[in-house]
């Protein structure tokens, strides 16, 4: 249905051909049908006799879960206001990391009752104004109520943790793995003034296929899932020394494409030991600065691999940008784009 405005100079075509326009009570009981629809989707997987949902997606992969923001992410939804609905879900899991079922069927129950409102002949505005009304009594009540948990109180971290896990597939494993989050969590609790402070970006989870979640474990430092990249070097340094890296140990590449023409052999062996060269200055450096750790963010040539072997430095290769960040706040470091700005104390 095209939406065709008329005008003095004639007829303006305002929205596309296929555009589909709903008004007034229409639009609004069609929204709150849709948001409803979500709710009941996930209202029979909440509770200690939730069932579980098997989603299969369009190519066949299989889904089996009875966590609700998990199966509004698996579905595809269509319909605008179903999309806020999972939105809610979103934005609940990753606030709070719990009760995402419960809000999405707590919306659903408030466009039920602002169903039978308008029905009544009550303004929506009336009704948006009074659910305000409700939460700021809401938000009152439930300051009144709550309890406040210490750091140093981990039975009840424990338990928060363990009844997270409740909905998930790894509820079997809670117990051990509630002891793990709990410790990952106070080890990088910050205490700002009368608060605790936690950015969850200093956690990072490491996942490795080939073992169970009986296997988990918390390390206390940042683990690269990496290899190092020649195996003629020391595969453990004790009191290391680590320069971070943000530039290629390779010889650079002309911007422009160009050629070399070579007329004699020697010329060729002047060319290959030039750039061997420069490979080793470049090792060279970081030497001279005392590093015995080298963790690059870009590719290391095969002859800076052989020098830097033969200096006895551990290196990594391609390391992702977040990690290199994780590892500068880390050890304190600097993360380095030129060899030459390199100093000891960075």
Avoid: W
Wanted: hydrophobic share 40%; with cysteine; glycine share 6%.
């Amino acid at each position: 249905m095209a939406s065709i405005q008329q005008t003095p100079n004639g007829p303006v075509l305002v929205l596309k051909e296929s555009a589909l326009q709903q008004k007034g009570r229409d639009a609004q009981k069609n929204n709150i049908m849709a948001a409803k629809l979500v709710a009941d989707l996930v209202r029979s997987s909440l509770g200690p006799r939730g069932m579980d949902k098997m989603l299969v997606d369009s190519i066949g992969d299989v889904t089996i879960t009875n966590d609700g923001a998990t199966i509004l992410k698996e579905i595809d939804v269509q319909h605008p206001a179903a999309k806020m609905m999972v939105e809610i879900a979103k934005t609940i899991d990753n606030e709070v990391g719990d009760g995402t079922t419960s809000s999405v069927i707590f919306a659903g129950a408030l466009l039920e009752k602002a169903e039978e409102l308008l029905a009544k002949d009550v303004h929506s505005s009336v009704i948006i104004e009074g659910y305000q009304a409700a939460q700021e009594k809401v938000m009152e009540l439930l300051s009144q109520i709550a309890k406040k948990i210490e750091p140093t109180d981990e039975e009840s971290l424990l338990k928060i943790a363990t009844t997270s896990m409740q909905s998930k597939l790894i509820s079997e494993d809670s117990s051990v793995l509630s002891k793990l989050v709990v410790d990952a969590v106070l080890r990088v609790a910050e205490k700002k003034g009368d608060k605790y402070v936690v950015d969850l970006d200093n956690i990072k989870v490491e996942k490795k296929a080939g073992s169970s979640i009986q296997a988990t474990e918390l390390v206390r430092g940042i683990v690269l899932d990496k290899e190092v990249v020649h195996s003629g070097m020391p595969t453990k340094i004790e009191k290391a020394k680590i320069a971070l890296l943000n530039a290629a140990l390779e010889v650079e590449k002309t911007e422009m494409s160009a050629e070399i023409r070579i007329t004699d052999p020697t010329q060729m062996q002047m060319f290959l030991e030039e750039e061997n060269r420069m490979l080793k200055s470049m090792v060279d450096k970081l030497q001279r600065v005392g590093a015995n750790v080298l963790i690059c963010q870009k590719g290391i040539d095969d002859i800076a691999q052989h020098y830097l072997a033969k200096y006895g430095i551990l290196s990594v290769r391609r390391v992702k940008e977040s990690d290199m960040t994780k590892l500068a706040k880390a050890t304190g470091g600097r993360i380095t784009t030129n060899l030459d700005d390199m100093t000891e104390s960075s």
